[in-house]
């Protein structure tokens, strides 16, 4: 098993020092999206030999469970089809010259090196390690959000840089705060962060230090993750982000965030009691609902509707950890993964648009339909998968959420959740019909698709089919990981 996540950490690295070193080319490209597929094959095998336990490898060093087996899956899923994607992206950027060689490799060097922090961020055993791989994180992927260089590149790179680097700050104090809390409640000054000391010791911590370090870090991680009230990066990075990377941030990094949460949660429930987290996260992520829902009526930018419906999916999940049990838990992790593989799937059929209309404006891109038969098609299923109707997956999670909440004694957070989850269903509908329907202008430009955007495409639409229609395997993976998150 220490193998299997070192080739796991180390694929992607690899991947990336042959970008860094070899710059842009076919073949480093290919490697990135081998690297990605290792990740995912590799959480594929952890999960058949895990056997419903949880091991602690490498000396305490890493944390194999349920819960990282299913975000390794995630991460090699989205990492693979943005990866895939890649390759014509950035060849179809340097033929029309919207970006230079040295951007190129500095693009090739960072997209893998962003999978490996991942990675590392939720297989690690040690919170302080945990912080360090979400930080870097953050460094990578501001060259990302830049990449044009263009003024509102730039904007949107500092604003993400600020923000994200004040919630890091704050979940570092929460994390210290937590420490303080382990050591005098007996933890070894070498291991008081590790996750299986932390919930041996969890009984015995402060209550009232433990209550102030679990609110630091849900909104530390929270500002990752997109929550209220650190949100405003969230829209001006992701519609300046290169698509994949747009795929990359909205798809899995918003969800590796807050699974820390769900990692922390147990701990600090076991010290303070579960009332004092709930509180906080129905506050955070009904906040979020309420703010995504009134964004998406006003937005008419294509990539930032996509990001305000990211905050709407994890102000949900928010709300859903809130309920914490079982249910609930394995419904949000469904959910995480059906949205992370539709919202890439929404994420590359923008690209071929961005760059024939050289806009990412909804009224720019009408009759999409009539122009390009798989864009218009990825784009209407990834739309359906998004709205949660069935026989996708995130149907029957949304459903699990609702009666999780119900069950909770949560009926006036569900009714409050359905109605903003109703308005943004709305906006969605009105501004994704607008894309997709009627009939194309007659100055419209020709809609090119790269074999390789196109071969991602048709693999998601596959993936969030094949979910769809069964979880397969998964089904026991996300309840053993709703057994271990929920256990105390």
């Keep these: 098993m220490t193998i299997l996540v070192l080739v796991a950490i180390l694929a992607p690295v690899g991947a990336a020092v042959a970008g860094a070193l070899a710059g842009w080319r076919r073949a480093t490209a290919v490697f990135t999206a081998f690297g990605a597929i290792a990740v995912l094959g590799c959480g594929v095998v952890l999960g058949a030999r895990l056997d419903g336990r949880t091991h ?99 904007e949107a790179t500092w604003k993400y840089v600020v923000i994200c680097s004040v919630g890091i700050i704050v979940a570092f104090l929460g994390t210290v705060l937590l420490y303080f809390a382990a050591r005098h409640a007996g933890a070894p000054s070498d291991r008081a962060l590790d996750l299986d000391v932390l919930l041996t010791h969890a009984n015995g911590l402060d209550p009232d230090i433990t209550r102030m370090a679990g609110g630091l870090l849900l909104i530390g991680y929270g500002a990752k993750a997109g929550l209220a009230p650190f949100h405003t990066w969230l829209a001006d990075a992701h519609s300046q982000a290169p698509v994949p990377v747009s795929a990359l941030m909205s798809g899995v990094l918003l969800s590796v965030a807050l699974s820390v949460v769900l990692r922390i949660k147990p701990i600090v429930d076991a010290a303070t009691g579960p009332g004092y987290l709930r509180v906080g996260l129905l506050i955070v992520g009904l906040a979020t609902l309420l ?41 949000l992790l469904l959910h995480i993964l059906a949205h992370g593989v539709g919202k890439t ?89 607008r894309n997709l329907l009627g009939p194309g202008p007659a100055d419209a430009p020709v809609v090119t698709v790269p074999r390789s955007i196109a071969a991602a495409l048709v693999a998601g639409i596959a993936v969030s089919a094949v979910l769809g229609v069964t979880a397969g395997p998964l089904g026991d993976l996300l309840t053993t990981a709703a057994e271990q998150v929920t256990a105390r």
Excluded at 106 to 134: D, H, K, Q, R, S
Excluded at 295 to 301: G, I, N, P, Q
Excluded at 304 to 329: C, D, H, T
Aim: aromatic share 6%; proline share 2%; glycine share 10%.
């Design 345 to 433: 799937v929404l994420f590359l059929s923008t690209g071929p648009l961005q760059a024939a209309h050289r806009s990412t404006t909804i009224g720019a891109m009408t009759g999409v339909m009539s122009r390009s038969r798989l864009i218009g098609v990825a784009f209407g299923v990834g739309m359906v998968v998004l709205l949660g109707l069935p026989p996708f997956a995130m149907f029957a999670s949304e459903l699990a959420i609702a009666r999780s909440l119900a069950d909770a004694r949560l009926v006036w957070a569900l009714g409050l959740a359905l109605l903003l989850i109703a308005v943004a269903f709305a906006a969605l509908v009105r501004n994704s019909s």
């Design 291 to 331: 703010i995504a829902a009134a964004m998406l009526t006003v937005t008419r930018d294509i990539k930032r509707m996509l990001a305000y419906s990211s905050m709407e999916n994890m102000g949900l999940i928010a709300v859903a950890a809130a309920a914490g049990s079982r249910l609930a838990i394995a419904g």
């Design 56 to 154: 602690v490898l490498g000396g305490g060093l890493l944390r194999v469970d349920a819960l990282s087996v299913l975000m390794l899956i995630v991460i090699g899923t989205v990492g693979a089809l943005s990866a895939v994607a890649s390759i014509g992206y950035i060849e179809e950027e340097l033929v029309h010259g919207h970006t230079d060689t040295r951007a190129a490799r500095t693009y090739a060097g960072l997209v893998p090196a962003f999978l490996a922090a991942m990675v590392v961020a939720v297989c690690a055993n040690n919170i302080g390690v945990v912080w360090v791989a979400v930080e870097a994180t953050t460094v990578v992927t501001a060259f990302l959000v830049g990449h044009r260089r263009t003024r509102t590149a730039l």
